[in-house]
C-alpha cells in the first residue's frame, strides 16, 4: 500500500517534468526554424535593405556625411586639452651635474580620481653630445609609498629591476613605474641606480611625472556619454526598422549589425565614471576587455561577410564560422591574455613591464604577428574572390562594393591617424600603459572613438530597411503578385529566375502554376 501511495506522488511529478521539458523542446524547435535560413530560396527571401534603393548621388552623400561627422570630432579634438599632464622633476644634486647613483627622492604632484594613471619616466642627457650610440644594462632600486591626508603607507617592498640604457646623444626614456588606478593623493618614490658609473660621460639625470590631464577626463566623460547615447539610439532605430521581418530572412549583413552595435554600446562603456567613482582596478580593465571584444567582433564581421555574401546557402559552424573564430579568437585572446598579465603583475609590483620582465615576450610577440598576418592574408583571399564571384551579380556586387569602400576608407584614415600618432615607431612596442604615454591632445583619443561610432551608424543606416519597403519573402509567397511586380526583382535582385531558376524551386512552381491558370482562362 505504501509503494502505490509514493508511486501515485511520483506519477504526476513525472508527468509534469515530461510536459516541461516537451514545452522547452518545442520552444528550442521554433527558434531553430526561425534563425536556420531557407535552403533553396534564400538567396530571394532576403530582407531589403536600404542600400538597393540608393542612387549614385545619395552614396555620394553617404560618403561625405560620413566624412563631415568625422572631421567634427576631429575639429573638436583638436580644439580640446592636452591628454598627457606633465610634471618635470629635476635629478641633480646641488650643483654636481655628474651624480648618476642617487638616491633620488621624488614627491608626485597632488592627484585627484580625474587624474586617472600616474607614470614616472626617466630621461638621462649625455653632457657631451660626443657620446656616440653606447648601450648600458644597470640596475633600478624603487620605494614606493602612498600618502592620504597625513599618514604614509608603503605600497611595495623594495624593488630592484634591470633595465637597458639606450643613447644616441639623448637617451631613450625609461618607465619606472606605472599605476594604472589612483588610491592615494600624492606618492613618494626613493630611486636608486647602479651599474651606470662606468660611463665615462657625465649624465643629466630627469624626472617627469605623467599624469592625465583633469579637464580631458571631464571631456572624456562627456564625449563618450554622447556616444553611448547615440549608439543606443541607432541600436534602437536599427531594431525597430527589422521589427517586420522574420530572422530567418535578415541578410548577413543585418544579423552581424545587430552583434556589433550593441558591441559598440560596450564598446564606448557606460561604466567608464566608475573609474572616478571607485579607487580600483577593474572598470579599467573592464573598459580595455570591451574594447578588445569589439574590435575582435569588427575584424569577424569582416571575414564572415566577404565570405557569407559568396555563399547563399546554409553556412555550417564547422565549415563557415570556426576557422573565423580560431583566427580572430587567437588574436582576442594574445591581446587580452597581455592585457590581463600587465595588470596583474602592476598591482603586486608597479615597476613591473612586460616586454623586459617576461622572458618569452619575444614568443607573444611572434605569434601575435604570425596570426595577424594570417588573417590579412585569409580576408585578402575572401575578398578577390568575392569580387570575381559577384561581379556579373547586380544587388551582390552592390553590397561588395559599398562595404569594401567604406572599409577602405576606415583603414586608410586609421593608418594615417597610427602614422600621425607613433610615427615611424608605428611598428615597434607601444602596447598597454606605455599607449597612453604617446597622447598629445584630444584629437587622437576622439578621432578614433568617432571613427569607428560612425563607420558602424553608417553601415547601420544604409543596411536597415527603408520605412517603406515590403516584405519580400510575403510577396514571393503570392505568384501572382510576384509576377506583377518582377520588373522591380530585376532592379533589386537582379536577373533572379532567369540567371539561376535551379536554386529556386518555389518561384518556378509559383510561375509554373501562374502561366497555367492563364493558359486555362
Same mark, same amino acid.
Given at each position: 500500500?505504501?509503494?502505490?501511495?509514493?508511486?501515485?506522488?511520483?506519477?504526476?511529478?513525472?508527468?509534469?517534468?515530461?510536459?516541461?521539458?516537451?514545452?522547452?523542446?518545442?520552444?528550442?524547435?521554433? !527558434?531553430?526554424?526561425?534563425?536556420?535560413? %531557407?535552403?533553396?530560396?534564400?538567396?530571394?527571401?532576403?530582407?531589403?535593405?536600404?542600400?538597393?534603393?540608393?542612387?549614385?548621388?545619395?552614396?555620394?552623400?553617404?560618403?561625405?556625411?560620413?566624412?563631415?561627422?568625422?572631421?567634427?570630432?576631429?575639429?573638436?579634438?583638436?580644439?580640446?586639452?592636452?591628454?598627457?599632464?606633465?610634471?618635470?622633476?629635476?635629478?641633480?644634486?646641488?650643483?654636481?651635474?655628474? /651624480?648618476?647613483?642617487?638616491?633620488?627622492?621624488?614627491?608626485?604632484?597632488?592627484?585627484?580620481?580625474?587624474?586617472?594613471?600616474?607614470?614616472?619616466?626617466?630621461?638621462?642627457?649625455?653632457?657631451?653630445?660626443?657620446?656616440? #650610440?653606447?648601450?648600458?644594462?644597470?640596475?633600478?632600486?624603487?620605494?614606493?609609498?602612498?600618502?592620504?591626508?597625513?599618514?604614509? /603607507?608603503?605600497?611595495?617592498?623594495?624593488?630592484?629591476?634591470?633595465?637597458?640604457?639606450?643613447?644616441?646623444?639623448?637617451?631613450?626614456?625609461?618607465?619606472?613605474?606605472? !599605476?594604472?588606478?589612483?588610491?592615494?593623493?600624492?606618492?613618494?618614490?626613493?630611486?636608486?641606480?647602479?651599474?651606470?658609473?662606468?660611463?665615462?660621460?657625465? !649624465?643629466?639625470?630627469?624626472? /617627469?611625472?605623467?599624469?592625465?590631464?583633469?579637464?580631458?577626463?571631464?571631456?572624456?566623460?562627456?564625449?563618450?556619454?554622447?556616444?553611448?547615447?547615440?549608439?543606443?539610439?541607432?541600436?534602437?532605430?536599427?531594431?525597430?526598422?527589422?521589427?517586420?521581418?522574420?530572422?530567418?530572412?535578415?541578410?548577413?549583413?543585418?544579423?552581424?549589425?545587430?552583434?556589433?552595435?550593441?558591441?559598440?554600446?560596450?564598446?564606448? #562603456?557606460?561604466?567608464?565614471?566608475?573609474?572616478? !567613482?571607485?579607487?580600483?582596478?577593474?572598470?579599467?580593465?573592464?573598459?580595455?576587455?570591451?574594447?578588445?571584444?569589439?574590435?575582435?567582433?569588427?575584424?569577424?564581421?569582416?571575414?564572415?561577410?566577404?565570405? $557569407?555574401?559568396?555563399?547563399?546557402?546554409?553556412?555550417?559552424?564547422?565549415?563557415?564560422?570556426?576557422?573565423?573564430?580560431?583566427?580572430?579568437?587567437?588574436?582576442?585572446?594574445?591581446?587580452?591574455?597581455?592585457?590581463?598579465?600587465?595588470?596583474?603583475?602592476?598591482?603586486?609590483?608597479?615597476?613591473?613591464? %612586460?616586454?623586459?620582465?617576461?622572458?618569452?615576450?619575444?614568443?607573444?610577440?611572434?605569434?601575435?604577428?604570425?596570426?595577424? /598576418?594570417?588573417?590579412?592574408?585569409?580576408?585578402?583571399?575572401?575578398?578577390?574572390?568575392?569580387?570575381?564571384?559577384?561581379?556579373?551579380?547586380?544587388?551582390?556586387?552592390?553590397?561588395?562594393?559599398?562595404?569594401?569602400?567604406?572599409?577602405?576608407?576606415?583603414?586608410?584614415?586609421?593608418?594615417?591617424?597610427?602614422?600621425?600618432?607613433?610615427?615611424?615607431?608605428?611598428?615597434?612596442?607601444?602596447?598597454?600603459?606605455?599607449?597612453?604615454?604617446?597622447?598629445?591632445?584630444?584629437?587622437?583619443?576622439?578621432?578614433?572613438? $568617432?571613427?569607428?561610432?560612425?563607420?558602424?551608424?553608417?553601415?547601420?543606416?544604409?543596411?536597415?530597411?527603408?520605412?517603406?519597403?515590403?516584405?519580400?519573402?510575403?510577396?514571393?509567397?503570392?505568384?501572382?503578385?510576384?509576377?506583377?511586380?518582377?520588373?522591380?526583382?530585376?532592379?533589386?535582385?537582379?536577373?533572379?529566375?532567369?540567371?539561376?531558376?535551379?536554386?529556386? $524551386?518555389?518561384?518556378?512552381?509559383?510561375?509554373?502554376?501562374?502561366?497555367?491558370?492563364? #493558359?486555362?482562362?
Amino acid at each position: 500500500m505504501d509503494t502505490d501511495f509514493t508511486s501515485g506522488l511520483e506519477n504526476p511529478l513525472y508527468g509534469e517534468l515530461k510536459y516541461f521539458c516537451r514545452k522547452i523542446q518545442e520552444a528550442y524547435n521554433e !527558434l531553430k526554424e526561425d534563425l536556420t535560413p %531557407y535552403r533553396d530560396d534564400r538567396f530571394y527571401r532576403l530582407a531589403p535593405m536600404r542600400l538597393y534603393s540608393l542612387s549614385k548621388r545619395h552614396f555620394v552623400l553617404v560618403f561625405v556625411g560620413f566624412l563631415i561627422c568625422f572631421g567634427l570630432t576631429v575639429v573638436f579634438g583638436i580644439a580640446g586639452p592636452k591628454i598627457i599632464s606633465e610634471h618635470l622633476h629635476s635629478g641633480d644634486l646641488g650643483k654636481n651635474l655628474s /651624480v648618476k647613483t642617487g638616491p633620488f627622492l621624488l614627491l608626485s604632484p597632488p592627484l585627484t580620481t580625474y587624474n586617472q594613471q600616474l607614470w614616472l619616466t626617466c630621461v638621462m642627457q649625455a653632457e657631451h653630445s660626443s657620446v656616440g #650610440d653606447f648601450k648600458q644594462q644597470f640596475e633600478i632600486t624603487v620605494e614606493l609609498k602612498g600618502c592620504q591626508d597625513a599618514s604614509v /603607507v608603503h605600497i611595495n617592498t623594495v624593488q630592484q629591476k634591470s633595465r637597458n640604457l639606450h643613447c644616441v646623444d639623448i637617451c631613450d626614456e625609461i618607465i619606472i613605474l606605472h !599605476l594604472g588606478y589612483l588610491n592615494y593623493t600624492q606618492y613618494t618614490v626613493k630611486i636608486t641606480f647602479s651599474g651606470i658609473e662606468s660611463i665615462s660621460s657625465e !649624465l643629466k639625470v630627469n624626472f /617627469v611625472w605623467k599624469t592625465f590631464n583633469p579637464t580631458f577626463s571631464q571631456v572624456e566623460i562627456w564625449f563618450r556619454f554622447v556616444f553611448v547615447v547615440l549608439t543606443f539610439i541607432v541600436t534602437c532605430l536599427f531594431a525597430h526598422s527589422l521589427r517586420k521581418f522574420s530572422m530567418r530572412d535578415w541578410g548577413i549583413e543585418q544579423k552581424w549589425m545587430s552583434i556589433l552595435l550593441p558591441l559598440l554600446l560596450l564598446y564606448n #562603456d557606460p561604466f567608464f565614471p566608475l573609474s572616478f !567613482l571607485v579607487n580600483s582596478w577593474f572598470p579599467g580593465t573592464l573598459d580595455a576587455f570591451f574594447q578588445a571584444l569589439f574590435l575582435c567582433a569588427l575584424l569577424l564581421f569582416w571575414l564572415c561577410v566577404y565570405h $557569407g555574401i559568396r555563399v547563399q546557402g546554409e553556412r555550417r559552424f564547422l565549415t563557415f564560422y570556426l576557422p573565423k573564430l580560431i583566427i580572430v579568437g587567437l588574436l582576442w585572446l594574445s591581446a587580452v591574455t597581455l592585457g590581463i598579465w600587465q595588470t596583474v603583475n602592476e598591482l603586486q609590483d608597479p615597476t613591473y613591464q %612586460y616586454k623586459v620582465d617576461i622572458a618569452n615576450f619575444q614568443g607573444m610577440k611572434v605569434f601575435f604577428l604570425i596570426v595577424v /598576418v594570417l588573417y590579412i592574408l585569409y580576408l585578402v583571399f575572401l575578398v578577390v574572390r568575392a569580387c570575381s564571384e559577384l561581379k556579373n551579380m547586380p544587388y551582390s556586387d552592390l553590397r561588395l562594393k559599398f562595404l569594401t569602400a567604406l572599409t577602405f576608407v576606415v583603414l586608410v584614415i586609421s593608418m594615417v591617424i597610427l602614422y600621425l600618432r607613433f610615427g615611424a615607431k608605428a611598428l615597434q612596442d607601444n602596447f598597454v600603459a606605455e599607449l597612453s604615454t604617446h597622447y598629445q591632445n584630444s584629437a587622437e583619443f576622439l578621432s578614433f572613438y $568617432g571613427l569607428l561610432n560612425f563607420y558602424l551608424y553608417t553601415l547601420a543606416f544604409v543596411y536597415s530597411p527603408s520605412k517603406n519597403a515590403l516584405y519580400d519573402s510575403q510577396l514571393k509567397d503570392n505568384p501572382a503578385f510576384s509576377m506583377l511586380n518582377d520588373s522591380d526583382d530585376e532592379v533589386i535582385y537582379g536577373s533572379d529566375y532567369e540567371e539561376m531558376p535551379l536554386h529556386n $524551386g518555389r518561384a518556378m512552381k509559383a510561375t509554373t502554376k501562374y502561366r497555367d491558370d492563364s #493558359d486555362s482562362d
